[in-house]
């Protein structure tokens, strides 16, 4: 374990660390461009560059590794004259885009040439090396080639990550440019990160150019639902509206997000979001909704052939409200909160075979509440005892062979239209995880709670306060007055 003084302050890092992260581990940053943590060093941009004693030249921290008695100085005279060069010669052919450009307010160079440069460019614009503008590349990127500082971190995304290697630095000198290799899309599954991992405007995301500017942002950390994995993202959003999600880097579960998870939030701001509710294919305001549903349920109920189906795709705490739906106001055993999946990463990076983000957390509301097995509820159905079943939308697909031999009425919950199954005789809307907070346990077990970065459209409840207002009309009251009264009884460990 060598022990090295970074700006006067000793550290003591494991063998192999480099001066950069030794210099993070004190809490000295060292500017980077093409250092980033989790891909390979390539050491090209001199953004880095540190004062090393003994040695002839500066050194750059990110491919130096840190060695037994080193001094190292990163706020020298030569040190701040060496970023100022870098940063000129990285300007000289860059092009005056910030007003135009997406990256304007979280910009590797904009940031940099504020903190250590200020320096008075010596180039006049007619001078500069002009690249290819404004090229889609794959269904969710554009690339601007003039932007490029040429770090290389895409190319060794593609290459390190998802290693499909789409990437390359093509020509030498002034020609050096980002380009696809022949033959190559860039539909990896996890391009979007690519924007993020870009430290200027070269690459910006179709979904998010031109919409927002960053400094109008504001930023809620809350999960990603789009599997089992539960990636830990960050929303974006400005006055009731989300204009994209970002990785929240950690540990446990993500560097990285797969850009089916990073666009789920669009289904919740489309148009194909429901705030009304459906009776046989027409759109109904919500109270007209719910009392139809409620009569319904209310025919069936006297028989004793009403059934509730829970869903992995919904929180906890709405689970449990449909269990105490089902056990405490409709008093049937026909509730089942069962559901088998295969759970584990399958592409070695995020994407789980579990598409569903919740079904740890079934769990717990199944040991909770008991209820019958999958099975056993589609039989009951197809044997004709069961005259009304209410589910989640995506939960009901999973008993739809069931529903459809026996004709049974379907009521369900969904946000939105494209989820709602065809022969579907009543839907109730419910507020998003986007729009209300929802626990949530991972395929390693791990539970998290979503934070609302936006508010639910007008009238639209969350899934456990439209179940109440449904045991309220069938006569009880299961007296739901937060999300947190619907977890009582449930262990969360
Ligand atoms: S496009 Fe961006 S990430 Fe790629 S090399 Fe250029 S500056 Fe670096
Ligand atoms: S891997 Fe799963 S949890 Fe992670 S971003 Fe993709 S869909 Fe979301
Ligand atoms: S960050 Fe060290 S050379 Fe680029």
Not at 167 to 186: F, N, P, T, W
Not at 355 to 381: W, Y
Not at 467 to 490: C, H, P, T
Request: net charge positive; glycine share 8%; charged share 25%.
């Amino acid at each position: 374990m060598p022990t090295l003084t970074i700006d006067g302050k000793p550290v003591e890092v494991e063998k192999g660390t480099s001066i950069l992260e030794a210099a993070q581990k004190l809490g000295v940053y060292i500017p980077r461009y093409c250092y980033h943590p989790k891909l390979s060093v390539s050491g090209n941009c001199r953004m880095c560059l540190v004062e090393v004693e003994k040695a002839p030249k500066l050194l750059t921290a990110c491919s130096t590794e840190a060695a037994e008695g080193m001094v190292v100085r990163t706020v020298s005279d030569k040190v701040k004259a060496a970023r100022r060069d870098v940063l000129e010669y990285l300007l000289i052919n860059h092009p005056l885009d910030c007003p135009i450009c997406d990256q304007a307010g979280e910009c590797g160079l904009q940031n940099y040439y504020m903190d250590y440069s200020l320096a008075k460019s010596r180039f006049k614009n007619e001078d500069k090396v002009r690249r290819q503008k404004r090229r889609a590349l794959g269904p969710h990127l554009v690339l601007d080639n003039e932007r490029c500082i040429l770090c290389t971190r895409c190319v060794r995304f593609c290459a390190e990550v998802t290693k499909t290697a789409e990437l390359e630095v093509m020509g030498r000198g002034d020609h050096s440019h980002i380009d696809m290799k022949e033959g190559k899309a860039l539909d990896n599954g996890y391009s979007l990160n690519i924007a993020d991992i870009c430290p200027v405007g070269a690459w910006t995301s179709r979904d998010f150019r031109f919409k927002q500017r960053v400094w109008f942002l504001k930023k809620t950390p809350t999960i990603c639902l789009g599997c089992a994995t539960g990636c830990l993202i960050e929303a974006h959003h400005n006055e009731n509206t989300i204009y994209r999600t970002v990785p929240l880097p950690n540990p446990e579960t993500n560097t990285w997000l797969c850009d089916h998870g990073r666009l789920a939030y669009k289904a919740v701001q489309g148009g194909d979001r429901l705030v009304k509710g459906v009776i046989k294919n027409g759109l109904i305001d919500f109270e007209p909704a719910l009392r139809e549903v409620a009569a319904r349920i209310d025919e069936a109920r006297g028989a004793g052939a009403v059934a509730v189906l829970g869903s992995p795709w919904l929180s906890i705490e709405d689970n449990a409200a449909l269990a105490r739906l089902a056990k405490d106001a409709l008093k049937t055993e026909n509730y089942c909160f069962d559901f088998a999946s295969e759970q584990g990463i399958k592409d070695g990076i995020l994407i789980n075979k579990d598409p569903s983000p919740n079904a740890n957390g079934l769990r717990l509301v199944k040991d909770a509440h008991g209820g019958i097995s999958q099975a056993e509820l589609s039989s009951r159905i197809a044997a004709g005892q069961i005259k009304v079943v209410l589910a989640e939308a995506r939960a009901a697909g999973l008993i739809k062979d069931a529903l459809k031999a026996a004709g049974t009425r379907l009521i369900v919950f969904a946000a939105n239209k494209g989820e709602i199954p065809a022969a579907t005789y009543a839907t109730l809307p419910y507020a998003s995880y986007f729009e209300t907070p929802g626990t949530f346990v991972n395929y390693q077990g791990l539970r998290r709670r979503t934070t609302p970065p936006a508010e639910a459209p007008e009238g639209v409840k969350p899934l456990w306060a439209v179940v109440n207002k449904l045991a309220a009309y069938s006569g009880s009251s299961l007296r739901l007055d937060s999300a947190e009264d619907a977890l009582k009884g449930i262990d969360l460990k």
